[in-house]
């Protein structure tokens, strides 16, 4: 059998508006995705058994963070054929290889990443054949994340996370990355959210309309102003040293700089590639600061190779 190669991009979010917690214990969000250059790659080869395997590897050597991405029935590829499969009756098995390069719990969706490539690689090499719309019906049950990284581009994520429709918007982004030494759980950064704001009243997410107009505009000066993250208190709660490294971005001259969801990656906007490797060479000083990646966006979502 054949293998079947995807390619899947990381997210970031120009903006996330978080709400007050709903019943569910998910949050309502208003987030801008961009798709970025920092691909994972899914193999799966068809099993002549039933078994679901998967392997992963990574050659990224200044992260050693592999090591805690699960390979049993835990890990979001294997959920995601397994929920395939349910889906279409198939009864074959599959062996899925997941080359890593997002960073894992760094809150730029890796894990979400390879669930969406997943879904796209079993539906080729299983021949199920569902079309798009089917796909993201069962993204959006794997995780909040999951239907953009099928989608990719820039789009507006509403609900959870999950609902996307497209954004207006010109231009391509250079980008500095940050990657922390060790990764923050999403499910943390959201508990100490709820933590902080105990008490206070958290109103309803918004997309701000600054933003918008910037990516219609394609202008990075305005849409670094316009960047936000209303789970950075939480994050920085969690992990007070990337104010450090916030600033030394903000002091080389980004047009902006925010944490990437529910961090640790912190994520800078350059002007152009000169600046974007100012930044990168100024960030690498950070002590809090384990790899230095610059990237661009916004790119297409899982995609077969
Ligand atoms: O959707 P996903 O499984 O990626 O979310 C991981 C965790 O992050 C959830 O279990 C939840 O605790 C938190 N979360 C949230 N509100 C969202 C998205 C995620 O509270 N909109």
């Given at each position: 059998m054949s293998p079947v190669s995807v390619r899947v991009p990381a997210k970031i979010n120009l903006c996330l508006g978080v709400g007050p917690v709903r019943d569910d214990g998910y949050h309502p969000l208003a987030t801008v995705y961009q798709a970025v250059d920092l691909h994972d790659e899914v193999r799966a080869v068809v099993r002549e058994d039933d078994a679901i395997t998967v392997t992963v590897h990574s050659d990224v050597d200044a992260r050693s963070?592999?090591?805690?991405?699960?390979?049993?029935?835990?890990?979001?590829?294997?959920?995601?054929?397994?929920?395939?499969?349910?889906?279409?009756?198939?009864?074959?098995?599959?062996?899925?290889?997941?080359?890593?390069?997002?960073?894992?719990?760094?809150?730029?969706?890796?894990?979400?990443?390879?669930a969406a490539a997943s879904l796209v690689a079993c539906n080729e090499a299983w021949g199920t054949g569902l079309a798009r719309p089917a796909l993201e019906v069962l993204a959006g049950q794997l995780g909040s994340d999951v239907p953009f990284l099928l989608h990719g581009g820039n789009a507006v994520g509403g609900g959870r996370g999950e609902t996307v429709s497209p954004v207006l918007a010109r231009g391509s982004y250079h980008w500095v990355f940050a990657m922390a030494h060790e990764g923050l759980s999403t499910k943390a950064v959201f508990a100490e959210f709820d933590r902080i704001n105990e008490g206070r009243t958290v109103a309803e997410p918004a997309v701000p309309d600054a933003l918008l107009a910037a990516l219609r505009a394609g202008d990075a000066e305005a849409l670094g102003d316009a960047l936000s993250n209303d789970l950075t208190e939480a994050a920085l709660s969690l992990r007070p040293e990337l104010e450090d490294t916030l600033s030394i971005g903000i002091e080389a001259g980004a047009l902006g700089a925010i944490l990437s969801g529910s961090g640790p990656t912190a994520l800078f906007l350059a002007s152009d590639e000169q600046h974007s490797l100012d930044i990168a060479f100024a960030l690498t000083s950070a002590a809090g600061c384990a790899d230095v990646v610059q990237s661009r966006g916004p790119v297409p979502g899982a995609r077969l190779i």
């Open positions: 963070e592999v090591a805690v991405v699960p390979v049993d029935d835990d890990n979001l590829a294997v959920r995601a054929a397994r929920l395939l499969r349910d889906r279409t009756g198939v009864s074959a098995g599959v062996d899925l290889a997941i080359r890593k390069v997002i960073p894992v719990a760094g809150g730029m969706a890796g894990g979400s990443a390879d």
